[in-house]
DNA sequence: GAACTTCGTCGAAGCGTTTCGACGAAGCGG
DNA sequence: CCGCTTCGTCGAAACGCTTCGACGAAGTTC
């Protein structure tokens, strides 16, 4: 391995011209410039990324912190993450991702201060979040991916859950439909304080009221058999349902399943609407989904860039920024088929 | 952020001291130790992680490397990780995840010559592997899920097709099938070197030989897309399919929506099992695949527990394993329908 | 052309650890 | 009780880089 050292004895200049090279911190001649690009060639050399970090006490390293539970990650997920990798890469930082899940918070802490990360984005935020406070006890900047209770005083970045929802209603409900159910995940996952989960509770509520229709939510067990359950739960309260919009994209192949074992089709007897689902998840239900589809990669990018902006820049301004999902359709909505669309009161 | 010199100041001991305590290379006696901790305890200490990587030459960071493709991680590739990370924070390591695709060679060459890695696993490996030389010229250590074309000179880890496959394919003969389909990953893909695909589909050939039967093996693409054609192939290509075997875990749902769409049922008419899949993903299904469970987390574990034991310890042996899927029959296998078993020759 | 800047380079002082050699104090066999 | 190890501690030298202050040389300003 060779050093800085070996490099400037063979361009024959000092040291530091050589990290200036490097840093670009002051001005260098072309010349001394050529001769020690040279030398670095020749020698193949690769500064040593701890020696950098503990002089300059910055690692150029972000962390992605990302619960890893046993589900594995969807494609949205994954799209966060190459997303967040690019950006990353085009700011000259590296990104790791760090499988610290709820439990270990010590191992957070330890991580954190150790210096080791000069910046964190945080996925799957809850309402109440530890992790931030621990972050932030560290004094290490951090953006979210989502939010949580309080968003004054952090940057995040999140999907636009009041938008994607009056989005997809507005799709059911300009096909015709009107008693429209509402899959959320669990109860549990509700009462502990899982934000999606519940500002897509808020939201339907709203948008459905606005449309005066009333709203019917059923929380489901994050399996299929979680929503097989959730759909006989549906029909009990609301046995003339003819819509179907889930959340839950776990549940929403019990929910298919169940249908069909019903005898009912979709979409023509029942349509779904899956929300924040990649169009690869979409696509494996037969019929392929009608779905909102989550801005991924642009969510762990701008996450990103806020965060080596912070960094780098001077200011340390906050970057709050919704996304709503897009409405992408395909074969598992149409018109209820029975009722036609009985233009009540619009 | 107090440095080892505060910690030392306040113990009234020398620098080494503390760092004795830390680290256990020389001993210390009781009373100075707890003096010593009481300080770190006081100052709320936390050892700077790049000035320790500096001076010890290793950064206690191993990494593991998974190329992230758009259709996301599958609960096996996250039980991989989780198990992994727990291997290693018992080791006293932590465990980043870096997204390096196949294309930047240069950030993994740049990753591994910065000596920021004390070793590293590789995931997804295909038989003729750059990586694998980019880290081996870069002096890397390295343990592969996986394996390259060339095992002999390796430590890895794998899924053992052969076992897998066999068992499988005695599973559905045992049921009285004699008209098996192998659906595996795409041509492109067997065409890339993609060992999984490749060792399956001689696998599949050696054990329907083997049981005097025939081998069809189908190609398909990974969507649902794939998995309809491929199952059009299918019956195709063998009119009295009764079972079908499928590596290909997105092409599954495709297939078995082809499967409902022909009117066919499942079980019933035709049987299916699933390849190196998660229980998660099994349970997706209607039915519930019958699945050949991959050792996930059990092969994440094993994987860094070779890789620190190479680090930690003297010796520099090699650590070659290869682990089998377990059956685990649920709701889409049974005895073929029309053609009761027809003990042909054995 | 004197008094200032700006440019390009150098030497040296850190950054916060680990680790090596040294050394007094015990413990021990003969 | 004399040399020997072993134990417990210390001081100082790395580790490979960044960054600060300094300083000639050259360019500007009046």
């Known amino acids: 391995m060779a050093t800085m050292h070996d490099v400037a004895r063979l361009a024959q200049v000092s040291v530091s011209t050589v990290s ?22 020749q020698l193949d050399y690769q500064p040593n990324a701890m020696a950098r970090g503990l002089a300059s006490r910055r690692s150029r390293i972000l962390g992605l912190l990302m619960p890893m539970d046993e589900r594995g990650l969807g494609a949205t997920e994954t799209a966060f993450v190459t997303g967040a990798a690019a950006a990353a890469s085009v700011a000259g930082y590296h990104l ?43 004094g290490v900047p951090l953006v979210l991916i989502g939010r949580t209770g309080d968003t004054s005083t952090l940057s995040y970045v999140d999907i636009d859950f009041d938008q994607t929802v009056r989005d997809a209603v507005a799709h059911l409900v300009g096909l015709g439909h009107r008693r429209i159910v509402y899959v959320n995940h669990s ?23 606005g449309h005066g229709l009333e709203p019917v939510m059923i929380a489901a067990e994050d399996s299929a058999a979680g929503g097989r359950a959730a759909l006989a739960a549906a029909f009990a309260q609301a046995p003339e349902l003819t819509a179907v919009l889930a959340m839950n994209e776990t549940a929403i192949f019990g929910i298919l399943g169940e ?13 779904v609407v899956s929300m ?40 340390d301004l906050r970057h709050q920024q919704l996304l709503p999902c897009a409405l992408e359709i395909r074969g598992s909505t149409a018109a209820p088929r029975s009722r036609q669309p009985m233009g009540a009161d619009q």
Chains 1, 2 share one sequence.
């Open 259 to 271: 249908l069909t074992g019903r005898g009912l089709s979709v979409p023509d007897d029942v349509s």
């Open 276 to 315: 924040v689902t990649s169009p690869q998840v979409a696509e494996l239900a037969t019929p392929a989904l009608t779905a909102m589809t989550s801005p991924g990669s642009a969510l762990g990018r701008i996450a990103i860039e806020a965060l080596t902006r912070h960094l780098d820049g001077p200011a």
């Open 20 to 41: 200036y090279v490097l840093t670009g911190t002051r001005p260098i001649s072309q010349a001394t410039r050529n001769k020690v690009l040279a030398a670095m060639a």
């Open 96 to 138: 790791v991702l760090s499988p610290v899940g709820g439990g270990n918070l010590d191992d957070l802490r330890r991580l954190a201060s150790q210096r080791m990360l000069d910046g964190v984005v945080l996925m799957e935020v809850q309402l109440a979040d530890e992790r931030v406070t621990v972050l932030q006890e560290a």
């Open 187 to 209: 109860a549990a996952t509700l009462a502990s304080g899982y934000g999606p989960a519940l500002r897509t509770r808020d939201a339907f509520t709203a948008s459905m009221t």
